[in-house]
């Protein structure tokens, strides 16, 4: 994990790093993965850092994912339900939320605003004197739908709904999303020019993964055109 600039924003290749077991702190860490049960024990372990430190936590993610979550943090003695009684944690349907601010497919920041900004500070209400830890998945479900304009939108407004809140935000990207260097330049610009030094970082780690993905495929055979197609989810 690095801090790019000084800035609050954190490029991560590992949420397990020494930096997150700590109380956290008001920062932005973009996750890049390519293994989701990679991402999944890297997010459990996220939350159960803040959750063990008594801290609010709050999970929007897909079904899926939010059930992986739970098995892996049960198996740590930490229950989702329990959790949940107590107020200490906001467990939401990324597409169930999405559905509740997209207008005409896109954000609509009053009604984002409206229900992020209440349960953040809510959160914070509960817990004043520590900082809300935050994961989200509705960029990248925007992002995998092909829904550019929207993802890139939502992700300034969670940039901008960060503004004087103490809030540790971890967003997810599965790096098939950016095999075309232009998208990690789309994502990057967002945010200003915060966003543009958090790029320099990313795009090289984006590029190290690239090269690491074209040798697996030459290894195994994999034409450049068939490893494009199917990072696009295109069937051969």
């Not at 790019?4 to 702190?25: E, W």
């Not at 930490?78 to 949940?84: M, T």
């Not at 935050?134 to 992002?143: C, F, R, S």
């Not at 993964?209 to 994999?222: L, P, V």
């Amino acid at each position: 994990m690095r801090v790019v600039g000084g800035s609050s924003v954190i490029v991560s290749a590992d949420t397990r790093a020494p930096s997150v077991d700590t109380p956290a702190q008001p920062n932005h860490i973009v996750q890049f993965y390519e293994d989701d049960s990679y991402l999944c024990d890297s997010v459990a372990h996220f939350i159960a850092v803040g959750l063990a430190n008594g801290e609010s936590v709050c999970v929007i993610a897909t079904a899926e994912h939010r059930e992986a979550f739970a098995a892996r943090l049960a198996r740590r003695g930490f229950s989702v339900d329990d959790a949940q009684a107590r107020g200490q944690l906001v467990w939401l349907d990324a597409r169930e939320m999405l559905a509740k601010f997209l207008v005409e497919d896109l954000p609509d920041w009053t009604l984002f605003s409206g229900i992020f900004g209440g349960i953040i500070d809510e959160s914070r209400r509960r817990e004043p004197l520590t900082c809300v830890r935050a994961y989200g998945e509705m960029v990248d479900v925007l992002w995998r739908a092909g829904n550019k304009q929207a993802a890139l939108r939502l992700e300034a407004m969670w940039n901008e709904l960060a503004r004087g809140r103490s809030l540790s935000l971890l967003c997810a990207y599965v790096m098939g999303n950016f095999y075309r260097s232009g998208d990690a330049e789309s994502f990057g610009w967002q945010g200003g020019q915060r966003g543009r030094k958090t790029l320099l970082e990313a795009g090289a780690g984006l590029r190290r993964c690239s090269r690491r993905r074209e040798q697996r495929d030459q290894q195994n055979g994999i034409s450049d055109q068939a490893a494009a197609d199917r990072a696009l989810d295109i069937p051969n």
